[in-house]
Nanobody
Framework: VQLQAYGGGLVQAGGSLRLSCAASGRTFSSYIMGWFRQAPGKEREFVAAMNWSGANTYYSDSVKGRFTISRDNAKNTAYLQMNNLRPDDTAVYYC?????????????????WGQGTQVTVSS
């Protein structure tokens, strides 16, 4: 599967953004979808994940209650709705996909990656 993330931008603290991850191929519903982020000088960190059907989700503690992951299997697209953004949410955000077991929250557990989209939150 090929992934393309988009929707990033510059937003003030307290604002919202919705990221999208468009997937190619006809088997999107077979993939677990995840979102990660990487700030300058830091390691890539887990943000959120959703299982194949969308019935199960998993969030990092830092975004729980503010971010929501979702997917539309008919549109081959995953989303990350980000509310109440903070300056420390500033990072390049990546979507990722993998087929096997659930849950998974480590970067090396995902085989497929999008190119990343920059999110900058100003104070």
């Amino acid at each position: 599967v090929q992934l393309q993330a988009y929707g990033g931008g510059l937003v003030q603290a307290g604002g919202s953004l919705r990221l999208s991850c468009a997937a190619s191929g006809r088997t999107f519903s077979s993939y677990i979808m995840g979102w990660f982020r990487q700030a300058p000088g830091k390691e890539r960190e887990f943000v959120a994940a959703m299982n194949w059907s969308g019935a199960n989700t998993y969030y990092s503690d830092s975004v729980k209650g503010r971010f929501t992951i979702s997917r539309d299997n008919a549109k081959n697209t995953a989303y990350l709705q980000m509310n109440n953004l903070r300056p420390d949410d500033t990072a390049v955000y990546y979507c990722a996909a993998d087929i096997s077991y659930w849950p998974k929250r480590l970067p090396n557990e995902y085989d497929y990656w999008g190119q990343g989209t920059q999110v900058t939150v100003s104070s």
